[in-house]
Each structure stands twice: as C-alpha cells, then as structure tokens.
Nanobody, 131 residues
Framework: QVQLVESGGGSVQTGGSLKLSCTAS????????MGWFHQFPGKEREGVAT???????TYADSVVGRFTISRDNVKKMVYLELNNLKPEDTAMYYC?????????????????????????WGQGTQVTVSS
C-alpha cells in the first residue's frame, strides 16, 4: 500500500500561482509513475500531468505552458506548479501513483492521463481561483 498526501492548495486570484506537493509513503518511490488529476464539481476526474520514473512528462492540453510537474525521488515527493491560474482551474487536485512496469530490465510508465490506470490516490487539495 502506498499512501499519498497532497498539500499546497488554496485560494488565489486570476493570474496567480500555487505549488502543490504530494508526499508518498513508499521507499520505492523512484519505481512509481506519478500523476496529478483534477476534479470539478459534478464531473469525472481528469488528468492534468504525469511524470515517469525517468522524469519524462506529459500534460493535458489545457495546462501546457502554465503547469509544471516535477519529482524529487530522495524526498519521495511530486510537485505541480500552477501558474497563470484561471477561474476554470478551480477544482480539487489529486496526486496518484502507479508502479512502473519492468520490461527488458527497464522501468516503463504508460504516461497515462486516464485515472483508471492509477492504483493509489491521495485525498486531494482544493484550488480555488477567483476572477
């Protein structure tokens, strides 16, 4: 079992910035594919960004150029920097983890933005952007 705890959410005005953090309980953190997702009220959870074990990143089109995902394997943390925030970014943000596959001796992540492909989830942190 991997426990994930998010922090860093809050309320900002349009154009503001926040940095979300997610701490993982596993000592095998470097073997996990990590992702950030958001969920709007009454909507399905959607992928925002993913980062593989090799640091490769993918982003949803709506956040390209504004959000940055990163990880620190020593601290067992993954981050999401949110810049130039818009009211439509208002949502609960979740961190998720999935063990990497090992193929031919290499760790492989699907780099998926699909929530069903992640096993472990945090409780979420709220981001509210006012106009």
């Amino acid at each position: 079992q991997v426990q994930l705890v998010e922090s860093g959410g809050g309320s900002v005005q349009t154009g503001g910035s926040l940095k979300l953090s997610c701490t993982a309980s596993t000592n095998e953190f470097s073997n996990y594919c990590m992702g950030w997702f958001h969920q709007f009220p009454g909507k399905e959870r959607e992928g925002v960004a993913t980062i593989g074990t090799d640091g490769y990143k993918t982003y949803a089109d709506s956040v390209v150029g504004r959000f940055t995902i990163s990880r620190d394997n020593v601290k067992k943390m993954v981050y999401l920097e949110l810049n130039n925030l818009k009211p439509e970014d208002t949502a609960m943000y979740y961190c998720a983890a999935e063990p990497a596959l090992v193929l031919a001796g290499k760790k492989v992540c699907a780099m998926s933005l699909i929530p069903l492909q992640y096993t472990y989830w945090g409780q979420g942190t709220q981001v509210t952007v006012s106009s």
